[in-house]
């Protein structure tokens, strides 16, 4: 994939919006990384999670990674833009947590994991039933 200025500033929102999400929630890799990769950027679903594990190697799976990356499931240009931008996101999350009362934050998880259910459900119905 080509990191032409559009596809840039996409993945440096998927890595702040998730860098931020797990910050603030405690979620970001594969609840926002691999829906923004197949919804934003048109990853099919493996290429999305090879390459949101790319971008969570050192502290997750090494070894999943490598079956991804020796299958061609990798993009690693993708998975370093939005690994550094999560690292920034999930600094200003963490400080937003901390600065909300603990429910507000209970809710706002209980909202997006909703939201992103429903759309992970709706598409899979779409792509199954429809053809």
Sequence with gaps: MSLDFQTLFVLVLIGLTA??????IGIGGGIIIVPGLIYLLGFTQIQAQGTSLA?????????????YYKAGNVDLKVAGVVAATFVVGGFFGAKLAHKLDQNIVKI???VIMLLISIKLI?????????K
């Design 108 to 110: 706002a998880f209980g």
């Design 122 to 130: 709706v598409s899979g119905f779409k792509l199954y039933f429809g």
């Design 19 to 24: 860098g931020i999400l797990s910050g603030f």
């Design 55 to 67: 971008l969570m190697l050192p502290p997750i799976g090494i070894l999943a990674f490598m079956h």
